[in-house]
Antibody, heavy 121, light 110 residues
Framework: QVRLVQSGAEVKMPGASVRLSCRAS????????MHWVRQAPGQGLEWMGT????????SYAQKLQGRVTMTRDTSTDTVYLDLSSLIFEDTAVYYC??????????????WGQGTTVTVSS | QSALTQPPSASGSPGQSVTISCTGT?????????VSWYQQHPGTAPKLIIY???KRPSGVPDRFSGSKSGNTASLTVSGLQADDEADYYC??????????FGGGTKVTVL
């Protein structure tokens, strides 16, 4: 079945950078966009951006432009999220999500288990 | 890329219906038939319940229905059950490979 497995929790200082990973399985990795969505404690969902794994093209939320980079490794079916210049407000659970393998257009069908990032001094 | 507007809360008794609105602009909700809805229980990842405005993924009960008029989409949960108590989020494609979420609505089953 389609599965997304994310890397483990991170604790970072303000100003630092963090790299998260998300390994996909159970579908053709290069056929479906992968999104990153985050959720701050007690807050709603925020779309961060998307990557087209076939060519690596990316699109990011305006508020994160300049701090976020999404990349992929097609040899391991893994996408990466790099977030730099971390601030306290980046403390959140980060999810990777895709519609991988489904016909549910423009949706986010399968979700990773989430990675908690804590920014703390 | 402003968040879509949802009411913060909604409630209903078991067996009743509740409708949640999701208001955007002509650049997102009004411009595309790519509105989706997600249900999230505490401590878990969101679950897709509606896609393309009104379509249900396999396994989602027909108690969940979606619609759209102009720049506003709606989710109706009929025959409320205890397990429907959760947070609900709308999401819309906004063009140029961007998406936007609503702020979320907490549904309480009285």
């Amino acid at each position: 079945q389609v599965r997304l497995v994310q890397s483990g929790a991170e604790v970072k200082m303000p100003g630092a950078s963090v790299r998260l990973s998300c390994r996909a399985s159970g579908y053709k990795f290069t056929d479906y966009y992968m999104h990153w969505v985050r959720q701050a404690p007690g807050q709603g969902l925020e779309w961060m951006g998307t990557i087209d794994p076939s060519g690596g093209r990316t699109s990011y939320a305006q508020k994160l432009q300049g701090r976020v980079t999404m990349t992929r490794d097609t040899s391991t079916d893994t996408v990466y999220l790099d977030l730099s210049s971390l601030i306290f407000e980046d403390t959140a659970v980060y999810y990777c999500t895709t519609r991988g393998g489904t016909s549910y257009s423009y949706s986010m069908t399968v979700w990773g288990q989430g990675t908690t990032v804590t920014v703390s001094s | 890329q402003s968040a879509l507007t949802q009411p913060p809360s909604a409630s209903g008794s078991p067996g009743q219906s509740v409708t949640i609105s999701c208001t955007g602009t002509s650049s997102d909700v009004g411009g595309y038939n790519y509105v989706s809805w997600y249900q999230q229980h505490p401590g878990t990842a969101p679950k897709l319940i509606i896609y393309e405005v009104s379509k249900r993924p396999s396994g989602v009960p027909d108690r969940f229905s979606g619609s759209k008029s102009g720049n506003t989409a709606s989710l109706t949960v009929s025959g409320l059950q205890a397990d429907d108590e959760a947070d609900y989020y709308c999401n819309s494609y906004a063009g140029s490979d961007t998406w936007v979420f609503g702020g979320g609505t907490k549904v309480t089953v009285l």
